[in-house]
Every structure is written in structure tokens, then in C-alpha cells.
């Protein structure tokens, strides 16, 4: 299994100003995605400084207060979250793994409570 990118993942109420300090700090956004399943409700904005250093923004009101979560992208999101599992991390999003066009990911969650997004893009 590789490890294709690796950086905070912020989901917020109010990414509109998270963002904005963001932008202050000097990135600016590559990219946004909006869902595609029904079942969530989110938007999110993929931003870059000039370093290379990455940082996604997710726009969700699920959540009362932020969260800060690790981004990892992979080439094999089984083996990861094997790996993950064996280390005792559980699927936080009731076992399920979600699915866009463009990407597989799960929710995976350590005992101690800080959790990995393992996100596969789909080439095409």
C-alpha cells in the first residue's frame, strides 16, 4: 500500500471562515467537490500554499463544533484500513464506506478517538 498525500482534513459549520484564514495564511483553493450522495451533505474545497502543504475545508452541518481529521489518500484502501484495524481503529460512519464518482474513502477512528479519512481515487 502507498501513501499518495497525507494532510488535516477541517470539517465546519462555517468553512466559509475557515477558509478565509486560510487564504490569509497563504493558500489558496485547487479545488471543490460537492456530495454526490444523497446521504451526506457537504462541501468541500481543497486549498495548496505555496510550500506544497495541503489542507481541506469540508462545509457540513452535522456536526455542532469542528472537527479536525487526517486526510489519506491511498492506492489500496482495503490494505489501509486492515492495517488501521489491526491498530484497533473502528469504521466510524456505521461500517459503511462512501462512494462518489470520483472516490471510495472510510471513516476509520483509533481507540483514543482521533480519526484517518483513507480516501481512493477512482482513475478513469
Known sequence: MKITSFNPFIVSSDAA????LFEELGFE??????????DLDYTSVR????????????QSQVLHRD???IRMNVDDL??????????GFKNGNSGQQVETGSSRSEFMVSPSGFAINV???IRK
Open 78 to 87: 482495503e490494505e489501509a484500513t486492515a492495517i488501521l484495524a489491526r491498530h
Open 17 to 20: 471562515s475557515t477558509i478565509k
Open 47 to 58: 486549498m495548496k500554499d505555496p510550500n506544497g502543504f495541503h489542507v481541506d475545508v469540508v
Open 119 to 121: 480516501i481512493k481515487h
Open 67 to 69: 472537527m479536525t481529521i
Open 29 to 38: 483553493k485547487t479545488h471543490s467537490k460537492e456530495s454526490v450522495n444523497n
